[in-house]
């Protein structure tokens, strides 16, 4: 690694790390600090989850291509978060969790079982389902698409990696007037989602689930920290911006002077 | 009692490898130098070595896939749950493709991929255009709002810029315009959005903060 981008991680993981810590302990002693703009994609699930209760029906959550062991593997930690929440909101239905990355397989166990802890009964064989596909493949989501009709979905929370394959699994939902959430990590995949899912959650939105349906003060720590890094990015951005029209503004100046 | 000792053990292995593998990494190979009773041990070899079982680990989920997909269709046909003969179809493909693997024939397989998977992913890839068509005429007919209109201007600009008709040559330099400038913004906006959340959420699992591998 080149030692500037060595000492820039450095800062970058110091920073975090620090906010992070004390952040959390701010909220946890002042929990009405910082509040959260509202996000509609995670104020509609719990209407979704009390649709599917009602009408006896699964909700189905899937990762897309999202895995262990890769960039993505936050991705897939936030998206296994948002997935825990969901289920457990809907302790009294079922979920159906459908992924393409077999390396997030224990992650989809690991969540589910831990969401059924009280209610291992419900925790059935075919609750998570791999279909195999290699990256962007089309087979995963004419696979999802058939889940859909076949289990009677009543809702859809696809958040992970899809690319633009997502249109044919979002048509599907609609055609079977199933309610959807949409997201990716994919910009192609992400802006197809925009304009078809009934809710979208665009960039860091995929990651802040914990925070909005968890509340806890960690969780809502890394928002804060989110945040205080997004500002300093900004701040760093209009620097750099200036700095570079300094030069330019300079010479027209004395130019201009000189006329 | 167990379980929670379980939970505290993960978390503990977690940040424990976790900080080392940072650490490492971010030393490099020459910095990632210790010197321990004489001895001179390279951080930087010991994160490779964690990587490659990592690596291993990964790769044998392929394993515990292919049981869940057996698994899953074979209960679906035991069950006659809806969609069941598309199981059956899928499980006897799957077993062709083990088998025939198995006894060296992936010249066969060549042959499956090409005619029936590839010719199916091209029909569908074609159905894709409609599917975002239609998308965006239910988009408008839910919500006719600023960022509707914006969103399906920007889809018809981008689409008869790309014919290649000279009358419209206007609207090919907008269409070039809009893909480098505001495009380019917006796309690169979402990805530090994401490229910091995806920080935060890592440092929250180095420090323990986040237990989403946990049960």
């Known amino acids: 690694m080149e030692s500037t981008t060595q000492v820039l991680t450095t800062l970058i993981i110091l920073f975090t ?10 909220i946890r002693r002042r929990s009405t600090s910082f509040p959260m703009r509202a996000i509609p994609a995670y104020d509609s699930i719990p209407m979704m989850t009390g649709a599917a209760v009602e009408a006896g029906r699964p909700i189905h959550v899937s990762l897309g291509s999202t895995g262990l062991g890769g960039s993505s593997t936050p991705l897939t930690l936030a998206s296994a978060e948002l997935f825990y929440q969901v289920t457990t909101r809907n302790l009294s239905g079922s979920t159906v969790l459908t992924l393409s990355d077999p390396s997030a397989l224990p992650v989809a166990y690991g969540t589910l079982r831990h969401a059924y802890a009280t209610r291992r009964e419900r925790l059935g064989n075919s609750t998570v389902r791999w279909y195999p596909n290699g990256e962007r493949s089309l087979s995963f989501a ?6 859909l009709g076949d289990d009677k979905v009543s809702g859809n929370v696809l958040v992970g990696s899809f690319g633009p394959e997502i249109a044919l699994v979002l048509e599907a939902a609609t055609r079977r007037r199933q309610s959807s959430i949409a997201g990716s990590a994919d910009l192609d ?5 925009y304009g078809m899912a009934d809710q979208v959650l ?13 509340g806890s003060a960690t969780q809502r720590g890394s928002i804060v920290t989110l945040d205080l890094l997004r500002w300093l990015l900004i701040l760093a951005i209009l620097i750099a911006a200036a700095n570079s029209l300094r030069e330019p503004v300079i010479q027209a100046l004395t130019q201009a002077g000189g006329g | 009692m167990l379980s929670r000792l379980g939970s505290a053990l993960a978390t503990a292995i977690v940040i424990g490898f976790g900080m080392f593998v940072v650490a490492s990494l971010l030393l490099g190979r020459e910095g990632g130098q210790i010197y321990i009773f004489g001895a001179t041990i390279n951080l930087y070899e010991i994160t490779n070595l964690l990587l490659q079982l990592t690596v291993i680990t990964i790769a044998v989920t392929i394993l515990l896939g292919i049981f869940n997909l057996f698994s899953v ?3 679906r046909v035991g069950q006659r749950a809806g969609g069941w003969v598309y199981s059956v179809v899928l499980i006897v493909s799957a077993a062709a493709v083990l088998v025939l693997w198995i006894i060296g024939r992936q010249d066969v397989n ?16 074609g159905l894709i255009v409609f599917a975002l068509v239609y998308g965006a005429y239910r988009m408008m007919r839910r919500r ?6 914006l969103f399906t201007l920007a889809l018809l600009v981008i689409l008869i810029g790309s014919l290649p008709l000279p009358q419209i040559a206007w609207l090919t330099d907008f269409r070039a315009w809009l893909l480098a400038v505001p495009v380019s913004a917006g796309a690169r906006g979402i ?18 903060q986040d237990r989403s591998y946990r049960e």
Request: aromatic share 6%.
């Open chain 1, 17 to 26: 790390l620090v906010c992070s810590v004390i952040v959390t302990q701010f």
């Open chain 1, 142 to 147: 004419a696979a999802l698409t058939g889940v």
């Open chain 1, 189 to 193: 995949g992400q802006a197809v989602a």
């Open chain 1, 202 to 214: 665009i960039g860091e939105e995929l990651f802040v689930a914990g925070a909005y349906l968890g």
């Open chain 2, 73 to 75: 269709h074979l209960r």
């Open chain 2, 110 to 125: 060549r042959v499956l991929l090409d005619t029936v998977q590839l010719s199916v992913e091209s029909a569908l890839s």
């Open chain 2, 144 to 149: 006719v709002t600023w960022s509707a209109v």
């Open chain 2, 191 to 208: 990805l530090l959005g994401i490229a910091l959340a995806t920080v935060v959420t890592a440092v929250r699992v180095l420090i323990g």
